[in-house]
């Protein structure tokens, strides 16, 4: 698998702009991951940091489904990942957990919350509240926060990716 990372378009309209911004940041994200092992993934790789690079995916496929199908669209999505028993079960991946099945579950949440969003106002509000929100939010409010996890983890993924094999760059 090899990511095509596009640079946002620097003259375009707000949707275009927010859309383009974190498909870049997902696909940021999907770079820092080429060419590892499954074991080098699932490696946390800054001490005391239990972080690694396929536990940042489970978890923003999780993020994903959280904000675009939960919280927009009210969708009855459970969790893909965690539980009462391990409640950051998605930072916790374990030696059966593959590469292939996180990035197809993480590729399917996105594919989701396309879905969710196509046809939809940036103003338009949410149908449900996050657990953290008193209010509704606006899909343009769900693009910008997405944008700044994406952005937030890619940081992460940066320092993890250096540790396991010395990677560097964008």
Known sequence: MTTQ???????????????????YHRATLALKCEGLTDEQLRTAAVAPSELSLMGLVRHMA?????????????????????GEA????EFHPGE???WKDAYETWQAEIAASRRSAAGHSLDELSRSRHHSHSEPCSLRWIHTHMIEEYARHNGHADLI?????GATGE
């Open 5 to 23: 990372r596009t640079e946002p378009a620097r003259n375009a309209d707000e949707r275009t702009m927010l859309e383009g911004w974190l498909d």
């Open 62 to 82: 999780e993020v994903e489904r959280s904000w675009f199908r939960r919280v927009f669209a009210g969708e009855d999505a459970g969790p893909i990942y965690y």
């Open 86 to 89: 391990d409640p950051d079960g």
């Open 96 to 98: 059966a957990d593959t």
């Open 161 to 165: 990716r250096e540790a396991i094999d």
